[in-house]
């Protein structure tokens, strides 16, 4: 039971690792990279509908492209004019006109106590989509090293810290985020991504699922 715990947890992060990877521009490198196949063999260790959606997110980006999805990238989460899914946390916890408020500060604050550090190239607010799931997989891999190393304290440590994450920040703002994007956007893939990106979440705060 303990290897195939292990073997999901592993899962686990490996998808919440990608997931954070396709909240950034899209191109060629998802193909060359194989990414999507990577998706689909972590989530399908995981549950069938997270293998469900891996699998159509990958044909969705097959059929569209990475040229034809970075116009709806930009319609989605850049603008210019109106942003139609905003990715950060503060915009869906404080206000949609409201960035870098206190709740980003409280997630910088969550960072640093899992000694997570954004990399200096990184040119977003500390509390976007990316950034957030890129913490979770932090958070999981540690989990998961703790437990592979029989370490209690370690491991009740990290699991308290994803808890509070999940309750207090991305848990708190994925659902509306995710649905926006689904509503808002015209390829399969982005729709796809929200699902997956909602169920995936979801799963981790162990609340209800919620899968279409």
Request: glycine letters at 8%.
């Amino acid at each position: 039971m303990q290897d195939i715990d292990q073997e999901q947890g592993t899962a686990r992060e490996n998808l919440c690792r990608f997931l954070a990877s396709c909240y950034y521009q899209p191109g060629p490198e998802y193909t060359e990279e194989k990414v999507f196949d990577s998706m689909r063999d972590a989530a399908t260790r995981i549950h069938p509908d997270l293998a469900a959606h891996a699998r159509r997110l990958g044909e969705e980006f097959s059929t569209a492209g990475p040229e034809r999805l970075l116009l709806d990238y930009t319609r989605l989460f850049l603008g210019p004019n109106h942003i139609i899914a905003n990715p950060y946390g503060s915009a869906w916890l404080n206000g949609e006109k409201t960035l870098m408020q206190d709740s980003t500060m409280a997630v910088e604050e969550l960072y640093e106590e899992g000694g997570f550090e954004i990399d200096e190239d990184f040119r977003e607010l500390p509390d976007h989509i990316a950034a957030e799931l890129e913490f979770l997989y932090l958070l999981i891999y540690r989990e998961n090293e703790a437990c592979r190393n029989d370490d209690q304290e370690a491991l009740t440590a990290m699991a308290g810290l994803r808890k509070r994450f999940l309750d207090e920040h991305l848990g708190s703002w994925v659902g509306p985020f995710t649905a926006s994007v689904r509503a808002g956007a015209q390829s399969g893939f982005y729709r796809e991504l929200a699902a997956l990106t909602d169920c995936f979440v979801s799963m981790e705060a162990g609340g209800t699922q919620r899968i279409t």
